[in-house]
């Protein structure tokens, strides 16, 4: 009887349980949101090749915010859509790549072959997309029709595949023999030519209409070149060699940036039926070829677009804004509106991080009200979201403020006191180093170390001493998280050619016509080391530098791409093997020797990678079988094996910037195929100045040498910083503290960093200021106020009756 009286109460409290759980979101009307996430849930791998072809796309307006290469150097970037830039990059990168080496022929002499890339090497490039970039899952590119040259068969010169499409993407390998531990490492890779296929199987050529998710070839293929043959973008690299003989090459790409449409082209979110089984995104960029080739008339080879490259990218990563439509959510935006934020007393910020769920914002105080005093921040969407009907009405409000002050028009001078007194809380204005020591005072005086920074330049860098031209390393404090798409860049690179190294043997003999790919060339190495400068607006430079006597032929080699302005499309490449001197050469520099005794004998700690690589049975293609290693795997650098320099300005280098370099090592074989070894790096660097500065405290330990340099009121407010802002000091706000309110009627509820900035540089001048008044007031306040009024009427009125009573 016991037993069953717990069973019963048991029973009972997971009855109740269960009801308050399901009506929980009854009070929750039904928005665009659930009616995605319907559709998401209604497709899988199991009944999408039977879904009408309508359900396996969602809007184009389910991913809002898309990265608009017209806006990327002017207006910044959210941090939510940093991993979308980044793919939105790369696969601009792919595209300059593919277009420079397949019209490479044109700068060797004429032979009766290709010097197109073999089969592995489109491969294993696609597999180092995907590789290096936890944020992209697939990586592809398709050919049109008969337009892909190959020298990976005998005697296919001037012969094309039916059709091509290389494409990679990461497969869950929890349950993999591969891996005992039954871990889910996400570094293996499905690789597979889905040009081959039977010819009457038209539902698996991705050309064809009955393709049901072929919308990224039909953005840019096919190109039916009408009228004008000049229709196609040109690009300017001017090459030095390593015997100092130069060549200007011009080649044809995707669009400008500046062009209508630009170069990229996003397709909407689609279910990757019979492949990866997932809801993707996908940007499309256009390779351009000279098209046909080899006729002998040079009049009817006109450039056109021959393949697209595209990278993919899961969709339930993505965030969605549920924010209402503003100065930031201009639309479109389908999960617009669908915020839970009180609209009366409360305003919605999106924050980052959250993928396709509810809840990725917070409710902010309008202005004009203030937080509860035992609320420290904004309310939580995601707490909103769960709330019941009962808590979502009697909480999640904010309160209005009684007494509001009006922003003051006129102000004067600080008074003695109060100028000292905010002097002695920052004494680094008193005597203020100026030059290269206000880098190397106790306390950092952030405005003269800025204007030190801001003041070398190509005509002024030969007054300085060559020690002051390189800064501490936490001068570029954040540099990590800000160019890490651009140290991406790098590692991609790093993998593809530790891929090739070690996957692509150019002895080995297969059956049949198939030969192996041929050795890395200078082309392929200029092409993808231009490729990155070409495909990131913040890379400045990049290099591939190889170890003595490890590139084919070649006792040194380092192909370097630079370019000398912002927007253009000029750029120029060096061989840094032609600079001889010892203090001159690649193999001297610090990051070089840096990461050669780092993986001079130790590999333990690099990634592996697993390759389940289908290729073509024959020349037509098919189908397809297992390539003859399989699976295989090479192993390579993640973006923690590379190293940060210290920023440094070279007076004498071809960009004359404060540069910021991340160097990634690559790897490959010794000459008997036994151990690796290390072969070289690929280094990117970027300009420092485009950092955004950090001036809020921090912990102790962390390298930030303008921490603790912003000028909010401690007592009353705390720091946050605001991305967008440069190398420059304001990149920050002044929020009030918990318990208390911002007293001014304004359209803001903080004061910003760059006023406050102005008004104490104002204060250190002697000048008419305001910084006194950049406090915030105790919450409450105008209670206090109306207290303090009753008080003085009472006790006025006791006087009178005491007067009339007397």
Known sequence: MFLRSVFTKSLLLFGLFLIMVYAQFEWQARDAFDEIKIKYDKVNGDNC???????????????????????ININPIFPNRTALLHMHNMAMSRSFFW??????????????????????YYFLSTVADVSANPS?????????????YTSSY?????????????????????????????????????????????????????????????????????????????????YQVEIRYANNTNETYTFHGPPGADEDPGPIKWTRPYFDCGRSNKWLISAVVPIADIYPRHTQFRHIEYPKYTAIAVLEMDFERIDINQCPKGE???????????????KETTECEPLHGWGFRRGGYQCRCRPGFRLPN???????????????????????????????????????????????????????????????????????????????????????????????????????YGAEQQFENEAKMAVRLANFISAFLQVSDPNEVYSGKRVADKPLTEDQMIGETLAIVLGDTKVWSAATLWERNKFTNRTYFAPYAYKTELNTRKFKVEDL????????????????????????????????????????????????????????????????????????????????????????????????????????????????????INQCPDWYYEANAFKNTDKCDQKTSYCVPIMGRGYETGGYKCECLQGYEYPFEDLITYYDGQLV???????????????????????????????SFLILSLLGFLFMLKYKLR
């Open 49 to 71: 090749p039977i879904q009408h072809v309508s359900d396996l796309y969602l809007p184009e307006d389910t991913i809002s915010h898309k990265p608009e290469i017209k806006e």
């Open 99 to 120: 277009s420079y080496i397949l019209q490479s022929r044109f700068i060797r002499p004429a032979i009766n072959d290709t010097y197109d890339p073999g089969m592995m």
């Open 136 to 148: 992209i899952n697939a990586s592809a590119v398709y050919f049109a029709p008969n337009s892909s």
């Open 154 to 234: 005998r005697g296919f010169f001037n012969k094309t595949f039916p059709r091509f499409g290389p494409r990679t993407f990461r497969s869950d390998d929890f349950n993999d023999p591969i891996h005992l531990q039954k871990i889910s490492t996400w570094n293996t890779f499905d690789v597979r030519d889905l040009g081959a296929h039977p010819p009457e199987s038209r539902s698996k050529d991705y050309t064809s209409e009955l393709y049901k998710i072929n919308e990224w070839y039909k953005t840019w293929l096919p190109d039916d070149v009408e009228g004008r043959h000049d229709t196609k973008t040109t």
């Open 328 to 342: 930031g959510n201009i639309g479109p935006n389908h999960f617009a509106d669908t915020a839970r934020c009180k």
């Open 374 to 476: 035992v609320v420290r921040r904004p309310f939580l969407g995601e707490i909103v979201e769960r709330a019941s009907a009962e808590q979502y009405y009697n909480d999640y409000d904010c309160l209005k403020i009684g007494w509001i002050q009006k922003v003051p028009i006129e102000w004067e001078r600080a008074s003695y006191y109060v100028r000292e007194k905010y002097l002695d809380l920052h004494p680094e204005y008193r005597n203020a180093s100026a030059g290269a020591s206000s880098l190397h005072t106790e306390f950092l005086n952030i405005d003269q170390a800025l204007k030190f920074i801001h003041g070398v330049n190509y005509r002024t860098c030969k007054n300085f001493h060559p020690q002051d031209l390189i800064l501490r390393g936490d001068v570029s």
């Open 577 to 692: 093997a032609r600079l001889n001197k010892t203090h001159e050469m690649y193999t001297e520099k610090k990051f070089f020797k840096f990461l050669k005794q780092r993986w001079s004998t130790n590999f333990d700690d690099l990634e592996t990678f697993y390759l389940k690589l289908q290729i073509r049975q024959n020349e037509t293609g098919e189908y397809l079988q297992r390539y003859e290693h399989y699976p295989t795997s090479y192993r390579a650098a993640n973006l923690k094996h590379g190293h940060w320099t210290q920023p440094q300005f070279d007076c004498d280098g071809y960009v004359k910037k404060w540069l910021v370099t991340y160097a990634a090592p690559f790897f490959g074989w010794d000459s008997l195929k036994v151990k690796l070894e290390f072969k070289g790096v690929v280094a990117v660097s970027m300009d420092m100045l485009q950092l955004d």
């Open 757 to 787: 900035e102005a008004e104490f540089q104002n204060l250190v001048e002697d000048k008419k200021t305001r910084y006194d008044m950049f406090k915030c007031r105790l919450a409450g306040a105008s209670t206090l106020q109306v207290s």
